[in-house]
């Protein structure tokens, strides 16, 4: 079946670096999405993706949908403490989500 | 304008007993999908449900476990004689309206079920 594989699994960066996370499939996409989860919460929707090679912004938030529709890679720029969290890839029909990028900040 | 509703926030059953997760959909959404989330892990499709209908079960396991989205009231979740695996959380989500699954779906808070 598709599998989502995300990197790096977590990632501990100071306040105010840019982050880069991305997520690779073994089989084509045709939509990708970017999901931020809080403790003790439920997924939010950060970004939607539906063409090969498209890139969207969302404030401070860039994804970009492979041009091999494989792959797509979501960057965070001037990180800030309320960016920790874990962050989710899914794709297509039934959203099969990879395991997270759990991002901490360091004070 | 309420989201997601799911209760309860946190259930704890001893093996074999059952236990019934709800979800109430946001105003005006009739698609309903449940997920289960392991420790450490993604969240895993479950089912997809419209009102009264079943549209979608191919993530639930074949046994123990069922779904109902009735006309009426919120959408439930039915484990019956739980085993310690079925300790995780099931989250709930709702879209408006299904013109491919990627509809933006909106997710409750999730219901952590533990088996003692």
């Known amino acids: 079946g598709q599998q989502l594989n995300q990197s790096p699994q977590s990632m501990f960066i100071q306040e105010g670096e840019d982050v880069s996370m991305n997520c690779t499939s073994s089989s084509i996409f045709n939509t990708w999405l970017w999901y931020k989860q809080d403790p003790g919460e439920g997924p939010v929707l950060l970004i939607a993706l539906y063409k090969a090679g498209e890139l969207t912004s969302n404030g401070r938030l860039t994804a970009q949908f492979g041009i091999t529709r494989k792959d797509s890679f979501l960057n965070i720029s001037a990180s800030i403490p309320s960016d920790v969290g874990i962050y989710f890839c899914?794709?297509?029909?039934?959203?099969?989500f990879g395991k997270g990028t759990r991002l901490h900040i360091l004070p | 304008n309420a989201g997601v509703m799911q209760n309860p926030r946190h259930l704890v059953r001893r093996r074999g007993q059952e236990a019934r997760l709800r979800c109430s959909p946001m105003?005006?959404?009739?698609?309903v999908y449940w997920y289960r989330q392991l420790p450490e892990e993604g969240l895993k499709f479950m089912v997809y449900?419209?009102?009264?209908?079943?549209?979608?079960e191919s993530g639930m396991p074949k046994e123990r476990f069922s779904a109902e989205f009735p006309k009426e009231g919120p959408s439930i979740l039915r484990i019956q004689q739980v085993v310690r695996g079925d300790s995780a959380a099931y989250f709930c989500?709702?879209?408006?309206?299904?013109?491919?699954?990627?509809?933006?779906?909106?997710f409750g808070p999730g219901t952590r079920l533990t088996v003692l």
């Open positions: 989500a709702s879209s408006l309206q299904r013109t491919g699954y990627t509809d933006t779906q909106y």
């Open positions: 449900l419209q009102k009264e209908n079943i549209i979608d």
């Open positions: 899914a794709g297509d029909d039934k959203i099969i």
């Open positions: 105003k005006g959404h009739s698609h």
